[in-house]
C-alpha cells in the first residue's frame, strides 16, 4: 500500500529498516543565528555574498543615443544604484527579504507612486531595508490588482517613533529561496526563506570537518618515554617534583641540542625507553574536500568560485563549471533579477532622461572575461564582420557606421574613440571624397608596393638598465647586452609585403611602447635553445601580431606569447626562486627586418 521500494529480505523499507523513522521538520533561523552565521563563518558568508556580487560585478550595456547613455550611467553612480542593489540582494539571501524604497519627496509616501510622473531628477533617495526592518502589511490577493501577490502597504519608523505608511509601489522587493505556494498562502507571508535555511547543515559540517581536523595537530607526533617503576616515582610529592624536574631539563635539551638523556641502554627492562608516535593524515584532506564540494553544491557556486583556487588534476573541469556557473548567473539576470528591478529601472530612465524612449534599453554584461589572446582574435572577427556587411551593402554606410562606433565604445576595443569622435567627429566623408582618396590610396600603394620578403619585426627595450639590474639581483651571472634586449613582435618565413604590413597605430606619437607595471608576469625557459625569458601579456602587442598576420605573415607556433629574452646560460639558478620583473616595460619603435636564420652565432652576453 505504500509507494515505496520494500525489500523483505534486508529490512529495507520495513519497521527494521533504520531510516523508516527519518522525517524533515522545518527548523526556521532566527535572526541572531543567521547573523552570527554570516559574521563568524567564511563559508556562510560567500554563500550569500557571491551570488550577487557576480550578477552585478560587470554592470550593464545601455542602448542608446550617446548622450543618453552617458546621463543613465551618472544617474547610477549618483544614486549609488548597483550599491543599493548588491546590499538588497545580501539582505534578500540572508535573511529572506530585502527591499529598496523609491524616494520621490512626496509629502505623503502612502500614495502610488506614478513612474510615467517622474521628471529629470525626480528621485531623492534610493533607501535599502531588510524584512527586519519594515513591516509589510497583508498580502494583495486580488487577481485584478497591479500589485496582486504584494502587501497592500508597508510601514517604517521614523525616527521620533512615528509609524510611516508606504505604498507598494515605492518598494521594490529582493527575496532569498522562495516559499512554497500553499505556505506563502497559508502564513500571508510577503517574504521568503534565507538561502542559509538549507544549506545551514552542510556548512556546519564542512566548518566541523576541518576545526576536527585542525584539532589534530597538536597530537601529530607525540614523545612517549617509558619509565620503570614510574608509580614509585609519583608515590610522593618530592619525588613527582624530582621526575617532572628531570623531564622538564631533558625536553630542554632536546630542544636546545637536538638530543634525549635517559637512563639505560634503551631496551633493557630496567632502562628508560623512547618512542615517538606520529598520526597520519593520509585521507584527511580529500575528506575535508568533500564536505567543502556538498557545501559548494548546496549554494549552487562551483568549487573553483567558491575556494578561490584553480582547477588541479587532468581531468579538472574547473574552466567549465565555471562557465556554466555564469551562465547559471546570466539566467537568474534574466529571469529573476531583471524583472524584480524593472518598477526602479523604469524610475532611473525616467529621472535621468525625463521620459521612457522605447529605443533606450539595456542587457548584462558578460561575466566571462576573455584572455588578451582571445580579445585580439574577436576583435579581428568584429572586423571581418564589419568588412563583409559593408561589402554586401545591406545597410547605409552611415547607419553601419554609427553601430559600429556604439559597439568599440561599449566593449572598450578602442579606449579613447569616444573622446576622439566627440573632437574630430563622426561623421564619414561624403561618396565622392571618399572615392577620390580611396583612388589616391590605390595608387600610393601600387606605387610602394615592395618585393616580397621574409620579415622580422621587433621593439628594442629602452629601459634595458633597469631589467639588467633586476637579472643581477635575481642570481642571472649574464645577460643578454643591453642594446639586444627587445620584444619580437612577429616573424615570418614566407615571403611577404612589408607595405602592407601597415604602420602601428596603438603606438605614441614617438613610437614607444610601454606596458604598465603589474600583472601576470612569469620566468621560465623557452624553446630548444636554452633561452630563459620574461612572460609578459600586452593587448597591444597581440592585437598587432595579428594585423601582420592578416597582411599575410606567417607564424611557426600556436599562439603568440609576448616575451623577453634574458639570457641563454642560466647557470645555477633556480627558475623557482625567482621573482619576475615586475616593473615597467618600455619599448621603442618598431624595427622591421629580415628573418636571419644564423641569429644564434650573433648573441652577445656580457
Known amino acids: 500500500m505504500f509507494d515505496r521500494l520494500v525489500n523483505l529480505v534486508t529490512g529495507m523499507g520495513t519497521s527494521k529498516d533504520k531510516g523508516t523513522g527519518g522525517a524533515h521538520v522545518v527548523v526556521v533561523r532566527s535572526k541572531a543565528e543567521l547573523d552570527a552565521a554570516y559574521r563568524d563563518n567564511w563559508i556562510a558568508r560567500k554563500a550569500i555574498d557571491i551570488v550577487p556580487f557576480d550578477m552585478l560585478r560587470e554592470g550593464r550595456q545601455w542602448q542608446g543615443e550617446n548622450d543618453q547613455i552617458t546621463a543613465i550611467e551618472k544617474a547610477e553612480k549618483d ?20 527591499c529598496i524604497v523609491i524616494g520621490d519627496g512626496a509629502s505623503d509616501p ?9 521628471n529629470r531628477g525626480g528621485i531623492k533617495y534610493l533607501h535599502v531595508f531588510s524584512l527586519h526592518e519594515i513591516v509589510a502589511g497583508e498580502l494583495n490577493r486580488d487577481p485584478l490588482s497591479p500589485y496582486f501577490g504584494e502587501p497592500r502597504d508597508y510601514e517604517l519608523r521614523s525616527a521620533n517613533g512615528e509609524a510611516l505608511k508606504l505604498h507598494p509601489s515605492r518598494v521594490v522587493r529582493f527575496l532569498g529561496a522562495p516559499l512554497p505556494d500553499d505556505v506563502t498562502v497559508r502564513t500571508e507571508s510577503v517574504w521568503s526563506d534565507s538561502i542559509l535555511q538549507a544549506i545551514m547543515d552542510a556548512v556546519d559540517q564542512a566548518t566541523s570537518a576541518a576545526s576536527y581536523i ?4 597538536p597530537e601529530a607526533k607525540q614523545d612517549i618515554i617509558s619509565v620503570p617503576g614510574l608509580s614509585q616515582h609519583l608515590a610522593t610529592a618530592a619525588t613527582t617534583s624530582r621526575l617532572t624536574e628531570r623531564f622538564a631539563y631533558a625536553s630542554m635539551m632536546k630542544s636546545m641540542h637536538g638530543m634525549l638523556l635517559l637512563e639505560g641502554d634503551g631496551k633493557s627492562p630496567s632502562g628508560e625507553v623512547w618512542q615517538q608516535k606520529q598520526l597520519s593524515f593520509t585521507g584527511l584532506p580529500d ?57 526602479l529601472d523604469r524610475a532611473l530612465v525616467r529621472h535621468a532622461l525625463g521620459a521612457e524612449p522605447d529605443d533606450v534599453w539595456y542587457t548584462w554584461r558578460p561575466l566571462y572575461q576573455p584572455s588578451d589572446k ?4 574577436i576583435f579581428a572577427a568584429k572586423a571581418k564582420a564589419v ?176 616575451h623577453v629574452t634574458i639570457t641563454y646560460d642560466a647557470g645555477a639558478v633556480d627558475l623557482e626562486k625567482v621573482e619576475p620583473y615586475r616593473g615597467k616595460l618600455v619599448f621603442g619603435p618598431e624595427v622591421f627586418a629580415e628573418l636571419d636564420d644564423d641569429w644564434t652565432s650573433k648573441v652577445r652576453e656580457s
Open 79 to 98: 544614486l549609488g544604484y548597483f550599491t543599493k542593489v548588491k546590499a538588497a540582494l545580501t539582505r534578500g539571501r540572508l535573511y529572506g527579504g530585502g
Open 110 to 118: 502612502s500614495t502610488e507612486l506614478r513612474i510615467d510622473a517622474i
Open 214 to 217: 585542525a584539532a589534530m595537530l
Open 287 to 343: 575528506v575535508a574536500n568533500l564536505f567543502l564540494q556538498i557545501v559548494s553544491g548546496a549554494a549552487d557556486v562551483p568549487v573553483t568560485r567558491m575556494l578561490g583556487q584553480s582547477p588541479k588534476g587532468m581531468n579538472s573541469t574547473g574552466e567549465s563549471d565555471l562557465r556554466n556557473y555564469y551562465d547559471h548567473v546570466a539566467a537568474k539576470q534574466k529571469v529573476e533579477l531583471t524583472p524584480c528591478l524593472s518598477r
Open 374 to 377: 582571445e580579445k585580439a582574435e
Open 387 to 562: 568588412k563583409d556587411l559593408s561589402d554586401v551593402g545591406l545597410m547605409p554606410d552611415e547607419a553601419l557606421a554609427k553601430g559600429v562606433q556604439n559597439m568599440l565604445i561599449e566593449d572598450g576595443s578602442l579606449p579613447g574613440l569616444e573622446a576622439a569622435l566627440e573632437e574630430f567627429g563622426d561623421e564619414p566623408e561624403d561618396a565622392d571624397e571618399e572615392a577620390a582618396r580611396l583612388n589616391e590610396e590605390q595608387q600610393r600603394q601600387q606605387a610602394n608596393d615592395a618585393k616580397p620578403r621574409t620579415l622580422y619585426v621587433s621593439r628594442k627595450l629602452l629601459n634595458a638598465d633597469e631589467f639588467i639590474d633586476w637579472a643581477k639581483g635575481q642570481g642571472f651571472e649574464t645577460t643578454l647586452d643591453a642594446g639586444d634586449l627587445h620584444v619580437t613582435v612577429a616573424f615570418s618565413r614566407e615571403a611577404v609585403d612589408w607595405m602592407k604590413v601597415g604602420e602601428n597605430w596603438t603606438s605614441g606619437p614617438d613610437g614607444k611602447l610601454a606596458v604598465v607595471p603589474g600583472g601576470a608576469r612569469l620566468v621560465e625557459p623557452l624553446g630548444d635553445k636554452g633561452a630563459i625569458v620574461l612572460l609578459f601579456n600586452s593587448s597591444e602587442l597581440a592585437w598587432r601580431h595579428m594585423a601582420i598576420r592578416e597582411a599575410g605573415a606567417s607564424w611557426d607556433w600556436p599562439e603568440y606569447q609576448p
